[in-house]
Structure formats: C-alpha cells, structure tokens
C-alpha cells in the first residue's frame, strides 16, 4: 500500500471517495434488480413492483435537500459513510424469513436504501468539486465524467450481479453476500476519508437547502424531466417486458441490462471527448443532445406501434437511446459541479439531485402505471416528451464562450 501513501492527498481522497461510491454503487443495481424480478416471479402486477420503489424515490428527494445541507454543516465524510452504513441496515432488513418480506416492509427497506443512496451519491459529486483547482475546469469535467461513468458501468454489472446472485443463492443469500461486502467497505472508509472534507466556513442555515441560482434551477428542472424520460421505460416496464414478451429468464433480463448500462457508462466517461468543440460545454451544448435524445424513443414507439421488426428495434434503440442518454447525464453532472459555489457546494449539488431523485420518483411510478394499462409504446411516448421538455427547460441555461487553455478533453 505504500504506493497509495505516496500519492498526493488530493488524488488519495479522489481514490477512497470513487472506490467508496463503486462500492455502493454495485450493491444498489443489483438489489433493484433482485427485487424486480423476485417479486416479479412471485406474480406481482408492474405497478406493485413500481410501488415497492416509491419510498425509495420520495426518501431521495427530501434526503438530497436536507442531505447538501447536512454535507456543508457536518462534512462530506459523515454524509458519505452515513449512507453507507444505512444501506447495509437496508439490506440486513431483508434477510428476514421470507413470510415477513411483505410489501409494506420491503418499501420501508427500499426507503431506507434511497436515503442512503442519495447521501453517497451527494457526498461523492459534489467532494469532486473541493478536490479540483478552481481554474482547472477541464480537469473538473473529466473526473466528473470517469467518476458518473465508471459509477453506471459498475451499476450494470451491479444488475448482472444481482441476475446471477438470484439463480445461485437465492435471495437471502445473494443480499447476505451484499451487506457482508458492504460492511467491509464501510470500515475501510471510516478509515481512510478526510475529516470534515466540504464543511462550510459558516454555518448554512436550513432554507439555504433551496438554491437561489437561476443556472442551477433551471439546470435541476430539466434533469427531472431527463431521468423521468429514462425511467418512465427502463425501471419497470422494460424488465418486465423482456421477461413477459421474449420470455427471457432472469440471466439474459439481468444481464442485458448490465451490459446497457455498462455500455451507459463507458459512454458517459468519454463525453469529455465527444463533447468537445472548442469550448466547455453549456447550455448550447444541453439543448443540442437533448433534442437528439428526444427522437429516439419516439422512433422506437413508432417501430413497436407498427411492428416493424419489433425485437431488433427495441435492442438497437435501446442501444441508440443509451448513447445519447450518457452524453445528457455527463453534460448535466459537469455542469452542476461547475454551477455550485465553492463555499457550503453540497447545498447547491443537493438541491439539483433532489430534482433527480423526483424525475426518477415520477419516472418510477408512471412507469409501472403506463405499462400495465397502456403497455411499452405508452411509456415510450411520455419518455419523448419529457425529453423534449429537458430540451426547452434547456433554453435557459447560460452560454459557456470561453475556454481554459489546459482543457484537451
């Protein structure tokens, strides 16, 4: 380890913040992917599955307000290793005998995992911002993008994880396997993460929680609309469709879906590259990505619509829309960290995730509602109009011109 100690502070606390949040993030795919398609074979409708997961959503939204505000008066450190250790209890809750795993106490499980959920992921992006010079804003957008990159990819294998730990161990076992691997991480991260890294100067008071810069409501309102667009399709209704309509068991849905997401993240870390025309990107930039995303649900509802060669166009467009999506969302998380003021940042990052967190709460229920009564074209519909409302929300964000002479994407 003595390789770690020579590092310099910065990159070392860069390190334990990514590998803390790698982490949490692998054992967060896979449990949404258990609990899908256990529930899912113990005959639950789409929308009883989309319920389990509404607390999990609600808690993220009041966890990620009162979360930044926590983060600037305690530190990061504390947020983060908080939500560590609240995920493992969501997990232990789940070992119990399986007469007892009731709808009722799997949503307050999935609560408490979407509170600790939102803390790290709170905690992860916005220390991103103290660890990088303020000059150095090419810097800022690639760590930004291999961290929410490297954080998806794990997440897709988090879903094949949880596919795979169903069929060998069951589920007791598989989150048995979780929380012992969890726990492991928690200790290692008391250890090794800086004290009161993020704590503001002064103390923020409570309505501080609601941001007051026009970038950064203007930037959370269209992100809502963006993981709504995403999740009124893929939470539920995708999962559910692949194992119903092509009748894939739950390794091929589990790992299909890992490879998608893994494939989202790869994406996501080269938009720095992509992206770059000349300039850092702005608002110019996030309206021009979204209304390309907007067109391709619409094209595959119209392929599924008129059953044209209806597999190849879901799992090409599929595809497609993971593209597109992954250069939105890392736009969009660069562009939070680089609104945020550096004084108390996990106010500002918090507010924008608590929009995040109600896109997916949003996304989540009309997910389950619009697939058991008007199936997947319906939920591709809405996902292109809430795009397409990212895309106009888009409008207002300010214009970037300049560009640092360090940045080479």
């Avoid at 990620?64 to 493992?88: C, E, H, P, S």
């Avoid at 709808?103 to 992860?124: P, R, Y």
């Avoid at 890392?330 to 940042?345: R, T, W």
């Amino acid at each position: 380890m003595r390789w770690l100690a020579e590092l310099a502070p910065d990159i070392r606390q860069y390190m334990i913040v990514t590998g803390n949040y790698w982490a949490f993030t692998l054992t967060d795919g896979a449990l949404r992917m258990l609990v899908v398609l256990h529930f899912h074979g113990l005959g639950y409708s789409p929308l009883a599955i989309a319920m389990l997961f509404i607390f999990y959503e609600i808690f993220g939204v009041i966890t990620n307000l009162v979360g930044g505000w926590l983060g600037a008066r305690l530190g990061l450190n504390k947020t983060m290793n908080v939500g560590l250790f609240l995920q493992i209890v969501a997990l232990v809750m789940l070992l119990v005998p399986a007469s007892f795993l009731t709808v009722a106490w799997v949503m307050a499980a999935q609560a408490l995992s979407g509170i600790a959920k939102d803390l790290n992921k709170m905690s992860a992006k916005s220390a991103i911002k103290l660890l990088v010079p303020s000059d150095a804003q090419g810097q800022l957008y690639r760590w930004v993008a291999i961290l929410t990159g490297s954080k998806n990819a794990l997440k897709g294998a988090g879903f094949f994880l949880g596919g795979a730990l169903l069929t060998w161990l069951g589920f007791a076992g598989a989150v048995l396997a979780m929380a012992t691997m969890l726990a492991a991480v928690w200790v290692l991260s008391l250890i090794g993460l800086g004290k009161d890294l993020g704590r503001a100067k002064s103390k923020p008071k409570f309505t501080d929680i609601f941001s007051k810069s026009r970038a950064i409501n203007y930037l959370s309102a269209a992100r809502m609309f963006l993981f709504g667009a995403r999740d009124v399709w893929f939470v539920v209704a995708l999962p559910v469709y692949l194992a119903s309509t092509f009748n894939w068991d739950h390794w091929w849905v589990g790992g299909f879906l890992a490879l998608w997401i893994i494939g989202y993240g790869f994406i996501q870390g080269l938009a720095p590259k992509i992206t770059n025309r000349g300039a850092l990107p702005g608002g110019q930039q996030a309206l021009a990505w979204a209304g390309m995303l907007s067109i391709v649900p619409a094209l595959i509802a119209l392929a599924l619509t008129y059953q044209w060669h209806p597999a190849a166009s879901l799992l090409f467009g599929l595809m497609v829309f993971g593209a597109f999506f992954a250069i939105n969302s890392s736009l969009h998380s660069y562009l939070i960290v680089s609104y945020a003021g550096e004084d108390g940042v996990s106010l500002d990052v918090g507010f924008y995730y608590m929009a995040n967190a109600m896109g997916r709460l949003i996304g989540t229920v009309l997910s389950g509602w619009l697939y058991q009564d008007y199936g997947l074209v319906a939920c591709l519909w809405v996902s292109a109009g809430f795009i397409a409302m990212a895309a106009f929300i888009s409008l207002g964000l300010p214009k970037r011109q300049a560009q640092p002479a360090e940045y080479s994407g």
